[in-house]
Each structure stands twice: as C-alpha cells, then as structure tokens.
C-alpha cells in the first residue's frame, strides 16, 4: 500500500466518561502530557437522534443513536453540510442488543421478531437512518473487520476522499454487548468517534494524516483503564491517535489492523 495523505475538518468522539470531543479531549491531553490522569469509565448516556423524524426516533436503537450523534458533532466540527458528503459508516457488531433479543426470541417458544427489531438488525441500518435524517445521496459504504474495524473504516474513507477529490465521514462505533455474548465478544461500553476529512489542505483543516500499512508495535495507553477500553473496544483501538490529536501535536501513532500488518499514522499539527 502505498502512504496517504489526507486532512482532518472535523472531530467528534463519544464513550464512557466521555459524552462529547471537549471532554475526551481533556482526558486524552493528560495522557500525551503525562500528567496525572483519574480517568475511571462510566456508564454512557446517548442522546436521542434529533434529526430523525419522530416515528423513526422510537425505534432507533443504540448503534443508530451512537452512530448519529458523532456523524452530527463531527459535520458541525467541520462546518459541513451532511447531506452532501459520502460516508464510511464501520462497526464490528452493529446493534448488540438488538442481536442479543433477535436471539433470545428465537430460543423462546414465541419465535415471533418483530419487524423492528429485524429491520435494525441488518448491518447497514445506520447509515440508512443516517441518510433519512440527513437527506444523504451520497456514496455510502458499511463495513467490518473485528477488532480492526477503525482502521478498516479510516482505509476505507482515505481512499474514497482521494479517489473522488470530495469530503468524506467516516463514523466509526461499537455498542456493547449483554451476556450471554458478552463472554464470547466482551464489549463492556459503546464507544464511537467521528472524522470528517478532505484530499486536499483547506481553511478548515485541523490535522493532516499520513497513512501506511505498518510492521510495527501498536501503540499502547499509558492509563490502565484507558488501555482496558482500547483493548476491548474495536472503535477505541483509535485511543492512540485520539489522544495525539486531542494534545494538537505532530506525531506518529500504529493502530491495530488486520494481521500481519498495523496501520502508521503520522499526524501534522
């Protein structure tokens, strides 16, 4: 693969502890700084999806809400216009909760799914939400690759910004899982960020991104509850690159991707 380029305009994260990009980036400047950094996980609260229409609203899951409210905080980040920008929509499991009750019907003796919860099941479900409340027709992709499914997503919208010289989202998301999953794929939080980035330098850029596939090590936190999110978050395997922005710094981060290979990130300031 040859090395990217492209630049970041907009930002937006959402996790435990961390309801919006203003906070995590307080958290996430203590760890680049070194400074003494309490982070303790909580629970997270996610808002309602206010673009949808009401009747959409009520059955929205978790994965919508999650996925939207970045998508939103990152296109207003940028001063964009959502309905005129493609986007890369990438989550390892989609609605957990919804897969966890599609499940538990099946072993009941009902076996009756309701049309809601089927609908919301299919993996793109969100970018289709998306496109409703944001009135989007432009190019959208749905992707997912286990524990790489950030990097995939990010490889993914370099490539479409660059290939088509216009903006890209990218929204990348993971809801948890309930048990019995959880003690097969234990995703203890949801946790999601949004990019909205650009082939080309532009008065809105904020960082610019170099990217390349990598043998290196993947860069750790140095917090142990921070490295515990990453390790068990696929979204949040982005903490790294997170935290080097959240501090405004130049840099180089390497992020999980898929086996042999990670992915290097150079960050300009």
């Known amino acids: 693969m040859k090395t990217m380029r492209i630049y970041i305009e907009g930002i937006a994260a959402l996790g435990p502890s961390m309801p919006d990009w203003a906070t995590a980036r307080d958290i996430l400047r ?53 309905s005129q920008l493609m986007n890369v929509f990438s989550s390892t499991g989609g609605d957990c909760e919804n897969c966890h009750n599609i499940l538990e019907t099946l072993a009941s003796s009902e076996r009756m799914i309701s049309p809601t919860r089927f609908h919301n099941s299919v993996h793109n ?9 944001t009135r989007c027709t432009a190019a959208s992709t749905s992707l997912c690759a286990y ?51 650009n082939a080309q330098k532009t008065a809105a850029t904020q960082f610019s991104l ?16 921070l490295e515990s999110l990453r390790r068990s978050v696929p979204s949040a395997r982005s903490l790294p690159l997170l935290a080097l922005l959240a501090a405004g710094k130049s840099g180089r981060v390497v992020i999980d991707y898929l086996e042999p290979s990670n992915m290097s990130i150079e960050v300009g300031a």
């Open 30 to 82: 203590k760890e680049i700084n070194g400074a003494e950094n309490a982070y303790a996980p909580e629970p997270v609260k996610l808002p309602p999806p206010e673009m949808l229409p009401a009747s959409e609203r009520r059955r929205a899951g978790d994965a919508i809400k999650l996925s939207m409210a970045v998508g939103l905080a990152a296109i207003r980040d940028a001063g964009a216009d959502a």
């Open 125 to 133: 479900a969100p970018a289709g939400y998306w496109s409703i409340a």
């Open 147 to 197: 524990d790489a499914t950030f990097t995939a997503g990010l490889l993914e919208a370099a490539i479409q910004t660059i290939d088509s010289g216009e903006r890209c989202l990218l929204v990348s998301f993971d809801t948890a899982y309930p048990e019995p999953l959880y003690s097969v794929r234990p995703i203890p939080y949801p946790f999601a960020l949004g990019f909205v980035i």
């Open 210 to 225: 170099t990217i390349a596939l990598s043998r290196d090590a993947v860069d750790t936190m140095k917090n142990s509850q």
